[in-house]
Each structure stands twice: as structure tokens, then as C-alpha cells.
């Protein structure tokens, strides 16, 4: 069952989304090679306690850690570890916070140093396909517009887009109603209506849309263990048309991006 927010549980919900979105841009200063995820996950949990959160991940459903941590053909639920980071590598980072009895739910995928041109495409494309996946949220639509959008575009790039993970209605609980799929087709799924916030984020393969699970019961990898990509925004439908909770601004600050993309999702 879809639970509708109200506005003040949407600014509410609102304060933990900018509270990863804050963690994430701090990260990104620290995001570099012979840097530990392990030590990136330290930093994340001490930075979201500072906020007067609670890690959103750390214990949900038993996963070890503040921060889902996936280099390369890892794509999402990678567990952080001693192994540095190297030059050439991507790192998506999955991060939530608990406050207010609200969580948030934000991820970004990183390029290590200097990166290969046909994976910085990838990251390109799969951070448009979230924006074009949410400028589809909105009153009159279903579900199926969403992932249909999103697959239509990543698909004309030639890459893959996984079936298996999905984003999902964001609440008091981490995963709520709806599942939000990256692929689907228009007019299917359930009804968008006001007062609903969802976590959008498309996850890409440079290969094929087949994954592999590996014995640990949370690490997942491209089938053909080519690069994957996942960006993730939490947004919620006001006056009709999608609001973003979350905002790549503080990333976008850290790495001198300059981009007015989310202009068009603030009311």
C-alpha cells in the first residue's frame, strides 16, 4: 500500500535527504586513488551522527556498514573494505540517514581520477536517465512511465539496464510502496498521486542488463563484469509535479560542476 506524506512529513523527509546529499558531497572531496572504502564509510557515519541522524543502512536488514560501496562491475550493496581505490576505477556510493523517523536515500557514482572515455559516457548517460526517469513522476502518469523513460534512453546508448534491483516509495521505511523498475512500459503500474516520494535510481551496465549475486548475500555484479553505473534522487510529487529532496549540489560544488539541471524540479 502507497503511504501518502503530508507536506510537513515531505519537509521533514526533506532534511534527511540533504543530510546524505551533504555526506555525499563531503565524500567527494575524499574520493581518490589509495583511498579505503572502509575509511569512506567511517567518515560518512561520523559526518551523519554530526547531523543528529542515524546511519539509514548501518543494520538494515543486517548489512554491516553506514554506506554501500560498489567499484566497477559491482553494481549496488558492495560491502566497504581495505582495498584501495585506484586510478581508473568507478564507485557508485549508496548512502541513507535516518531523522525525524524519516529516511533518505542517495546515491552517486564516482570517478576515481582520470577514468575511461567509454565509462565517463556511462556515468554521463545514467545521471540524464534519472532526470529523464523524473521528470515523469508526476499526476496522470504511472510507474511504467518512469521505467519506460529511463530505459528508452539508456537503451539508445546500447547499454544494459538491470531488471533485478529497482527503486522503491521512501518513508518511515526504508523501502516502501511503489516499486519504481527502470524499465517498463507507458500507461502500466500503479497511479501516481500527491503526497507520494519515491527513490528513483537507475542502475546501467556498459554490457549486457545481466547481473551475477556472489556468495556474500549482498554483493552484485554485472554479468560480463563491464562497468556499472547508479545515480539516485528521492523526490516527491507537490502541486502535481516532482520535487527533489535530494540534490547533487553539494557533490556538483566539490568537483566544480556547474549545471542548473534540478532547476526545473523546485517549486
Known amino acids: 500500500?502507497?503511504?501518502?506524506?503530508t507536506r510537513e512529513e515531505i519537509e521533514l523527509m526533506r532534511?534527511?535527504?540533504?543530510?546524505v546529499s551533504k555526506t555525499l558531497g563531503m565524500l567527494a572531496k575524499e574520493v581518490k586513488p589509495g583511498v579505503s572504502t572502509l575509511?569512506?564509510?567511517?567518515?560518512?557515519e561520523e559526518f551523519i551522527r554530526e547531523q543528529g541522524a542515524i546511519p539509514g543502512f548501518l543494520g538494515l536488514y543486517d548489512f554491516p556498514n553506514t554506506l554501500c560501496m560498489s567499484p566497477n562491475s559491482q553494481i549496488v550493496h558492495g560491502i566497504p573494505n581495505k582495498t584501495p581505490l585506484k586510478e581508473g576505477d568507478i564507485i557508485s556510493i549508496d548512502c541513507g540517514a535516518l531523522k525525524n523517523g524519516f529516511y533518505g536515500d542517495h546515491a552517486y557514482t564516482f570517478a576515481v581520477g582520470e577514468i575511461a572515455e567509454e565509462t565517463k559516457k556511462l556515468l554521463e548517460v545514467?545521471?540524464?536517465?534519472?532526470?529523464?526517469?523524473i521528470r515523469e513522476l508526476k499526476i496522470g502518469n504511472r510507474v511504467g512511465d518512469v521505467g519506460f523513460a529511463i530505459q528508452e534512453f539508456t537503451e539508445k546508448h546500447g547499454y544494459g539496464?538491470?531488471?533485478?534491483?529497482?527503486?522503491?516509495?521512501?518513508?518511515?521505511?526504508?523501502?516502501?510502496?511503489?516499486?519504481?523498475?527502470?524499465?517498463?512500459?507507458?500507461?502500466?503500474?500503479?497511479?501516481f498521486v500527491e503526497g507520494m516520494v519515491v527513490a528513483i535510481e537507475p542502475m546501467t551496465n556498459l554490457g549486457t542488463h545481466k547481473i551475477r549475486q556472489h556468495a556474500d548475500g549482498w554483493?552484485?555484479?554485472t554479468f560480463d563484469n563491464k562497468p556499472s553505473a547508479h545515480f539516485e534522487h528521492d523526490v516527491a510529487i507537490l502541486n502535481g509535479k516532482p520535487e527533489l529532496l535530494s540534490?547533487?549540489?553539494y557533490v556538483n560544488e566539490a568537483l566544480g560542476i556547474v549545471t542548473d539541471v534540478e532547476d526545473e524540479f523546485r517549486q
Request: no cysteine; hydrophobic share 35%; aromatic share 6%.
Open 219 to 221: 554483493t552484485i555484479t
Open 1 to 5: 500500500m502507497i503511504k501518502i506524506k
Open 15 to 19: 532534511e534527511s535527504a540533504l543530510i
Open 39 to 44: 575509511y569512506l564509510d567511517k567518515l560518512a
Open 161 to 191: 539496464v538491470v531488471r533485478e534491483l529497482v527503486g522503491h516509495g521512501l518513508g518511515r521505511e526504508m523501502h516502501e510502496d511503489p516499486e519504481m523498475p527502470n524499465y517498463g512500459k507507458r500507461g502500466r503500474g500503479k497511479k
Open 126 to 133: 545514467t545521471k540524464e536517465s534519472l532526470y529523464v526517469g
Open 247 to 249: 540534490t547533487f549540489k
